[in-house]
């Protein structure tokens, strides 16, 4: 209990290195993102330039034209130069021309087995099919007790759900490590032990990457709900 001949207490305002430090921090989160990014970018490109240029003859290289070597050309002679191979690979005689190669290739036992390997990498990558991941889940993964973020890909079909024998529908999980959440495991899980996140893939990715540190929700789960003052 307070009376009127206490004091309040002196609440001294921080010094002037503690507010540069706070500044310096908060600078370094926005330029952070925005300056590793542009640096990405800058990189990607001028690698795609690096592997494309030399490949272009000479008399037709936009740098005798240009007088300088612009940063990109590479990129856009690569994008234009692929548009209209899948156009042509589009038409009859593309996919006659694609059919005679795939057999010589089927025919070289090393060559095969590569050229088959890359292929079916970039129809899973690269396929204009829109099929993702249909929702986030959390599964007991290593043991029960403990619980993971997976995304459910599709129901296990075929020889894996008929082996099983388990009685109950299989789903297939993607279990994705942190932070590089492109690798993982692949899990059938039943599905009564899969539970349906609503937080959306894109969300629960973040969750995955930050280490639990960038939460979807509005309000951080680990901040306990503020308490209502007694009436």
């Not at 990014?37 to 272009?56: C, F, H, K, N």
């Not at 021309?97 to 129809?123: C, D, H, W």
């Amino acid at each position: 209990m307070t009376s009127p001949f206490d004091e309040e207490p002196i609440r001294h305002r921080p010094g002037l290195f503690a507010r540069l430090r706070s500044s310096f921090f908060t600078g370094i989160v926005v330029i952070a993102p925005v300056g590793l990014t542009i640096w990405l970018l800058w990189t990607v490109v001028g690698w795609v330039d690096s592997v494309i240029l030399p490949l272009v003859p000479h008399t037709i290289s936009p740098e005798k034209y240009i007088g300088i070597n612009l940063r990109g050309i590479g990129l856009i002679i690569f994008l234009i130069f692929t548009i209209v191979i899948g156009w042509v690979a589009k038409g009859i005689i593309g996919r006659s021309l694609i059919g005679f190669a795939e057999n010589l290739v089927n025919r070289m036992p090393v060559v095969r087995t590569i050229y088959s390997g890359i292929k079916q990498i970039s129809e899973t990558v690269f396929a204009q099919s829109e099929r993702s991941f249909e929702k986030a889940c959390l599964i007991q993964y290593p043991r029960r007790g403990i619980w993971a973020i997976g995304f459910i890909s599709t129901t296990a079909k075929g020889e894996v759900s008929d082996s099983t024998k388990t009685g109950d529908a299989l789903m297939s999980i993607f279990l994705p490590t942190t932070p590089n959440p492109t690798s993982g495991f692949l899990l059938f899980v039943p599905k009564d032990d899969v539970i349906e996140l609503e937080m959306s893939v894109e969300d629960a990715a973040k969750l995955v990457i930050s280490a639990g540190l960038v939460y979807p929700n509005p309000k951080d789960p680990v901040t306990p709900p503020p308490s209502t003052p007694p009436q």
